[in-house]
């Protein structure tokens, strides 16, 4: 079943590292509140049929008051037809989470919370200029227990520069030790145009290389194994019947609608995605007017999204999927791509399915290339 995300862009000061749309023009918080209900309205028949996952990302959702997150989930239900056990995610950051933001969550049909935490050291969470400290991540999650929510995740980072394998061995066991249901974990990355690009460009920050980037990753699959997570998808670990289904879904080629400034939309036959300016998003709702950008998928661009996205999870490209889907050259044109990369040993196929190994995890972004249409 499809899919909802909703992008709610407003941050409170930016992360020197974020490479995603954000703005901090917080004056315009209600303005925009009303014009993701009105895009509702405009897109309530881009996907039939019964949603299974509401996800509202960002930004900062958590930046919303009570009345605004009411009156968006409100509406969501209103013009949605979702399904009464959804998952139903919304992303937080620690510091938001209040006594009262707990029991306004407790109010709504919230059932999964995703929160940024990236680090319990405060020295690195200074570095990346997060609102945060270490202790309230902890703080955050006993609240959220008390408000009934029993699926959380948490986001780590590492490859910090200048960040040991001891000081990640003690971040990771920091997570284990909360207990939750769901972990991401991803290596630093050095955005375009970011801050955090700025510093290492001007040598003021040094990344650490990739040989400890795979060691630090490494001790994170080991770790949270003995844990009893599941590795699903590169970068998500999960307790069992914890994955995200919304990511999921994203990696199983299932419809999804994307509303709000820089959210993307697919049907199976296109992808969409909105203006990443969020007053020319208001300005164009406000008169009637989507402002989005198209791309028509033919076979092969649909082809080169199952390899981006499929062999990213545990159980790899579905062949049979591809072959009915696609048709029988597409899966014989995906083999003969691969064949160097299985007797590499960085993929592996078992004539049904077609996986990266640990080794192909590290170049997978070279491997996927090279299995793609170009």
Partial sequence: MPGIYIHIPFCRSRCIYCGFYSTTLLGLRQQYIKALCKEMQLRKDYIHGTFNTVYIGGGTPSILDADELETLYQYIYKVFPVSPNAEVTMECNPDDVTP???????????????????????????????????????RAVNLLREAGIKNISIDLMFGFPGETLAEWASDIEEAVALGVEHISAYSLMYEEGTPLTALLEQGVVEDVGDEMYRTMYDTLVARLGKAGYEHYEISNFARNGFRSQHNSSYWRQVPYIGLGAAAHSFDLKSRQWNISDVRKYISAITDGVI????????????????????????????????????????????????????????????????????????????????????
């Avoid at 929160?115 to 997060?130: E, H, I, P, V």
């Fill in 291 to 374: 402002p989005f950008e198209r791309e028509t998928l033919n076979t092969d661009t649909t082809f080169n999204d199952i390899i981006t996205t499929s062999l990213r999870t545990c159980e790899g490209i579905d062949l049979e999927y591809v072959e009915n889907a696609l048709g029988k050259e597409y899966k014989n044109t995906l083999l003969e791509n691969a064949a160097q990369h299985v007797r590499n040993g960085l993929l592996t196929s078992d004539g049904k399915y077609l996986r990266l190994t640990r080794d192909g995890v590290f170049i997978s972004d070279m491997i996927m290339s090279d299995l793609m249409i170009a």
């Fill in 100 to 138: 009262d933001f707990a029991e306004t969550v407790s109010r709504l049909p919230v059932n999964r919370i995703s929160m940024g935490a990236q680090t319990f050291s405060n020295k690195r969470l200074s570095l990346l200029r997060r609102r945060h400290d270490a202790d309230d991540v902890s």
